[in-house]
């Protein structure tokens, strides 16, 4: 164990804390979280506190969740923790280092998965059937890889996309019919613009004579797979993303990009 190496964390991460204790972020973190019914948070995927930037600024937001709820359980994992990361987090903060169980009580407990692997995140959906994943926006994290691979190589985790998504378009959806219905009529001219361009549309000048066109050679148009998504068998019938945007010009961008509150609701 590296003594002076421990001390000059414990400095980096006491100063981290503070600046992140008086940030905007934290604040707006604290307004998504109030309203969570948990008694215990399990942090996974955290990285190296003593060896890793990203993971030394996560670390401070754990403690500060820690201290504002009062939280009596906490519990972190990673299988890179070595024997000065263990120091500091059982010795020093008193927190317990346990992998996540089918035993836990998921109903009760805010998973904080900062950057967490998809293919740690889909086993874990999988198993743990959790109700809050404070973590990546879910709706984010196919990247590159498109529907078809996504739902081959993660299927729980493409599954639970699939049903934010949707209910994402139903919010939007419904925005925008509140809209439409609130306007109360068209005037005379908005139909005449109407009509005329129906006409041209169509080929046919406002005076009748047939419009010349040319015509458009067709074109292969890539059709995508119908992808099966199985729903039915899934423990959750939607999903809520509360998005906790940071500034791009904060030390700690990069250690809580993308982070939202993911509330997963299961089905009754």
Known sequence: MDTQLLDAVQLRLSQRETILANSDFFSRSLAVLEDVGFNHIHCLALGSPTKEFQALYQLAFLKLLVKKFATAQV?????????????LLESVLGYRIADVSKDDDASATLYFMPHAPRSVT?????????????????????GTLGKARFLAEYPTLATLVHVAVKDEKKTVLSDQDGKEAGKIGTSE???LHKEKTTDHDRGTSADGFRVAGRRRKRKNVYVEPVLEYDVDSAYFESV?????????SEAWKDSFSDLAL???VGKT
């Open 75 to 87: 519990s972190v994992y990673d299988p890179v923790f070595d024997e000065n990361d263990a120091h």
């Open 189 to 191: 001219e908005e139909t």
């Open 122 to 142: 889909d086993k874990f959906i999988a198993t743990i059937q959790p109700r809050w994943i404070l973590g990546n926006d879910v709706t984010v994290t196919m």
């Open 262 to 264: 993911n509330i997963i």
């Open 240 to 248: 809520v993303v509360k998005r906790l945007e940071c500034s791009a």
